[in-house]
Nanobody
Framework: QVQLVESGGGLVQTGGSLRLSCAAS????????MGWFQQTPGKARTFVAA????????YYADSVKGRFAISRDNAKNAVYLQMNSLKPEDTAVYYC??????????????????WGQGTQVTVSS
């Protein structure tokens, strides 16, 4: 089991950057695959990025490829999402997700077991 808490969201202008953080509890964080998802209120959560438990494999939604970067620091029990060149369409609540071991479908929300509370990202035009 793991508890996830996101932070780092905020209001930025188009073209700006934000770095989201996800702090995890427990001492087995390195065994979890991690993902970031976004959700507009009233809509389903959609995939943004994911990283394998050892950090050797990353996945990105086409819409954020080249702009966002996911990373993890297992020593700090943390996963990050660096968001650059932000666009108004990036506006959403961003959620951190975790799954024990490997994830066969990293781009699918159903592939993850644990979720954080979310952090709001708003990009003004």
């Amino acid at each position: 089991q793991v508890q996830l808490v996101e932070s780092g969201g905020g209001l930025v202008q188009t073209g700006g950057s934000l770095r989201l953080s996800c702090a995890a509890s427990g001492r087995t964080f390195s065994m979890y695959s991690m993902g970031w998802f976004q959700q507009t209120p009233g809509k389903a959560r959609t995939f943004v990025a994911a990283i394998s438990n050892n950090g050797g494999r990353t996945y990105y939604a086409d819409s954020v490829k080249g702009r966002f970067a996911i990373s993890r620091d297992n020593a700090k029990n943390a996963v990050y999402l660096q968001m650059n060149s932000l666009k108004p369409e990036d506006t959403a609540v961003y959620y951190c997700a975790a799954s024990w071991g490997s994830v066969s479908t990293p781009v699918t929300a159903g592939g993850y077991t644990y979720w954080g509370q979310g952090t709001q990202v708003t990009v003004s035009s």
